[in-house]
């Protein structure tokens, strides 16, 4: 592995960031500070916490950042609920991005694991 670009956590969650790029530009103006801004700044953590974590020198230090990107995740899923309740999104859209969501939590899951069975063996 040359970098964190090599990371399929990383690149799902790159994949997920520019879906929620895409939908907050469709966002009525009215909610470009609010939950625009939000559900921006959540999906770009998800992908910077992983980075931020893979230059950290010790496992349990990665681990802790992928748990903030998962936090991230999860934030996203909320406010993404938000966005259906205010019916800025409908149901089949929600569910598509629920699914991306659930991919990207399945795989930061299995890296966390990953990375503990490296702690472990030191």
């Not at 966002?27 to 700044?41: G, N, T, V």
């Not at 931020?52 to 936090?71: A, D, P, T």
């Amino acid at each position: 592995m040359k970098g964190f670009e090599d990371l399929e956590a990383w690149k799902e969650g790159r994949i997920f960031k520019k879906t929620i790029a895409a939908l907050v530009k469709k966002l009525p103006k009215h909610e470009q500070y609010d939950l625009a801004s939000q559900l921006r700044r959540a999906s770009r953590s998800v992908t910077a916490n992983i980075a931020e974590g893979y230059g950290r020198f010790h496992y349990q230090e990665n681990i802790q950042f992928c748990r903030h990107s998962r936090g991230s995740l999860e934030e996203c899923k909320d406010h993404l609920y938000t966005a259906f309740d205010e019916e800025y999104i409908d149901q089949q859209q929600l569910d598509e991005l629920f699914s991306q969501h659930k991919k990207c939590i399945s795989l930061l899951n299995g890296y966390i694991e990953w990375l503990k069975k490296q702690k472990d063996k030191i």
